[in-house]
C-alpha cells in the first residue's frame, strides 16, 4: 500500500462504522433466542448471507473458486466454531463477556505462533499476554465457590479464532476475501444444519433453550431478525474491510476494539445490562493488550469477529 492511499482518518471511522453495526446487531440475538434455535438460525442466516454473496458474484465483482479448497475449509472449521460457541453464549451471558471472551484471541495468537511456529516475541508482547489474561479474568470473576464453566466458553470461542487467525496466514495466503467469507458462512450453515437433526427437540423453554432446541418457530419475525443479523454481518464485515484496504493494519486493528463498547452501550439501552467496575477496568486490559500487540507486530492477528481482511 502505497502513501498516497493510505487515509488513517476514513479508515478509522469505516472500523468504528463496522464494529457499531456488529455491536448493535448481535444485541439482537436475545430476539431469537427467546424462541429459536441456535442451530437453525445460523442454517437460515447462511442461506440469507449467500444469497447477498451470490448477487455479488453475479455482478462480476468476485469468485468463491478457492486456490487450495482444503486450506478454506480447515481455516473455516475453527472460525466457524468459534462463531457457534459466540452465539451460543450471547443466549446466556451478557454481551460484554462474550466479546471481552473473544477478544482474547489475539493474545492465543501469539501463543500459538510461540508454541508451534518457533517465532519469537518481546517483553512488550509477554506482557499484554498477561495482561490480556488478567483483564478476561476481570471481566468473567469466577467464583470458586460457584464455578460455571459456561463464563468460560468465550475464552474458548478466542481460542478457536486465533487459530483460525494463524490458519489464515498460514494456510489460505493468495485467497480472496469473498473466498473466506463464502466458506466461513458455509461452514456455519453445516453446523446449524447438522445441529437441527442431531440436538434434541427437548429444550427449556426461554433464552436457556436456544442451544439445546432443534427448531424453533420460522414465523415473519424470526425471518426478520435472521436477515437483520445476515444484512448487519455482511455491512459490517465490509466496512471493517474497507477500513483495512484504506489503512496500516497495525493501527486499523486498535479500532476493532471499540466492539467492546458498542456492544456494551446497546446491551445496556436495549436490555439494561451494565457492566461493574471490575468487568470495565478488564476491558481496558484486554483492549490494551491487544493493541500492544497489534503495534508490534508486522503482521498484527485480527481482533474481533471478522475473517481477516484481504486475506
Same mark, same amino acid.
Given at each position: 500500500?502505497?502513501?498516497?492511499?493510505?487515509?488513517?482518518?476514513?479508515?478509522?471511522?469505516?472500523? +468504528?462504522?463496522?464494529?457499531?453495526?456488529?455491536?448493535?446487531?448481535?444485541?439482537?440475538?436475545?430476539?431469537?433466542? /427467546?424462541?429459536?434455535? #441456535?442451530?437453525?438460525?445460523?442454517?437460515?442466516?447462511?442461506?440469507?448471507?449467500? @444469497?447477498?454473496?451470490? @448477487?455479488?458474484?453475479?455482478?462480476?465483482? %468476485?469468485?468463491? !473458486? @478457492?486456490?487450495?479448497?482444503?486450506?478454506?475449509?480447515?481455516?473455516?472449521?475453527?472460525? @466457524? %466454531?468459534?462463531? *457457534?460457541?459466540?452465539?451460543?453464549? #450471547?443466549?446466556?451471558?451478557?454481551?460484554?463477556?462474550?466479546?471481552? $471472551?473473544?477478544?482474547?484471541?489475539?493474545?492465543?495468537?501469539?501463543?500459538?505462533?510461540?508454541?508451534?511456529?518457533?517465532? &519469537?516475541?518481546?517483553?512488550?508482547?509477554? %506482557?499484554?499476554?498477561?495482561?490480556?489474561?488478567?483483564?478476561?479474568?476481570?471481566?468473567?470473576?469466577?467464583?470458586?465457590?460457584?464455578?460455571?464453566?459456561?463464563?468460560?466458553?468465550?475464552?474458548?470461542?478466542?481460542?478457536?479464532?486465533?487459530?483460525?487467525?494463524?490458519?489464515?496466514?498460514?494456510?489460505?495466503?493468495?485467497?480472496?476475501?469473498? &473466498? +473466506?467469507?463464502?466458506?466461513?458462512?458455509?461452514? *456455519?450453515?453445516?453446523? $446449524?444444519?447438522? %445441529?437441527?437433526?442431531?440436538?434434541?427437540?427437548?429444550?427449556?423453554?426461554?433464552?436457556?433453550?436456544?442451544?439445546?432446541?432443534?427448531?424453533?418457530?420460522?414465523?415473519?419475525?424470526?425471518?426478520?431478525?435472521?436477515?437483520?443479523?445476515?444484512?448487519?454481518?455482511?455491512?459490517?464485515?465490509?466496512?471493517?474491510?474497507?477500513?483495512?484496504?484504506?489503512?496500516?493494519?497495525?493501527?486499523?486493528?486498535?479500532? /476493532?476494539?471499540?466492539?467492546?463498547?458498542?456492544?456494551?452501550?446497546?446491551?445496556?439501552? *436495549?436490555?439494561?445490562?451494565?457492566?461493574?467496575? *471490575?468487568? +470495565?477496568?478488564?476491558?481496558? +486490559?484486554?483492549?490494551?493488550?491487544?493493541?500492544?500487540?497489534? #503495534?508490534?507486530? &508486522?503482521?498484527?492477528?485480527?481482533?474481533? !469477529?471478522?475473517? /481477516?481482511?484481504?486475506?
Amino acid at each position: 500500500m502505497n502513501n498516497e492511499s493510505i487515509k488513517p482518518g476514513i479508515a478509522a471511522a469505516s472500523v +468504528l462504522a463496522g464494529m457499531a453495526a456488529l455491536g448493535l446487531t448481535d444485541n439482537f440475538v436475545p430476539f431469537i433466542s /427467546e424462541r429459536g434455535s #441456535l442451530w437453525q438460525f445460523h442454517f437460515f442466516r447462511s442461506i440469507m448471507a449467500f @444469497a447477498v454473496l451470490f @448477487a455479488i458474484v453475479g455482478l462480476g465483482y %468476485g469468485s468463491f !473458486r @478457492a486456490k487450495r479448497p482444503l486450506a478454506v475449509l480447515g481455516r473455516s472449521f475453527f472460525q @466457524a %466454531g468459534a462463531m *457457534l460457541i459466540y452465539f451460543g453464549c #450471547l443466549s446466556v451471558l451478557p454481551i460484554g463477556v462474550v466479546v471481552a $471472551g473473544l477478544f482474547t484471541a489475539p493474545l492465543f495468537v501469539v501463543l500459538i505462533s510461540i508454541l508451534f511456529q518457533g517465532k &519469537t516475541v518481546g517483553l512488550f508482547r509477554w %506482557g499484554a499476554v498477561g495482561a490480556g489474561f488478567v483483564g478476561a479474568l476481570m471481566v468473567i470473576r469466577p467464583d470458586p465457590a460457584a464455578l460455571d464453566p459456561v463464563a468460560f466458553l468465550p475464552i474458548c470461542a478466542g481460542l478457536l479464532y486465533a487459530i483460525g487467525a494463524v490458519a489464515t496466514r498460514a494456510w489460505c495466503e493468495g485467497e480472496s476475501t469473498l &473466498t +473466506l467469507t463464502a466458506g466461513f458462512f458455509a461452514m *456455519l450453515g453445516v453446523f $446449524g444444519l447438522i %445441529g437441527m437433526f442431531v440436538v434434541s427437540g427437548d429444550a427449556p423453554m426461554g433464552h436457556a433453550g436456544f442451544v439445546l432446541r432443534s427448531w424453533g418457530p420460522l414465523d415473519l419475525e424470526m425471518l426478520f431478525w435472521f436477515a437483520v443479523q445476515a444484512v448487519g454481518s455482511l455491512v459490517g464485515i465490509a466496512l471493517i474491510f474497507r477500513g483495512y484496504l484504506l489503512g496500516e493494519a497495525s493501527h486499523v486493528a486498535v479500532f /476493532e476494539y471499540s466492539l467492546l463498547v458498542f456492544a456494551s452501550f446497546w446491551a445496556w439501552i *436495549l436490555w439494561g445490562q451494565s457492566v461493574p467496575t *471490575l468487568g +470495565l477496568f478488564g476491558m481496558v +486490559l484486554i483492549a490494551l493488550a491487544g493493541a500492544v500487540i497489534a #503495534l508490534r507486530s &508486522t503482521t498484527p492477528p485480527v481482533s474481533g !469477529r471478522v475473517p /481477516e481482511p484481504g486475506a
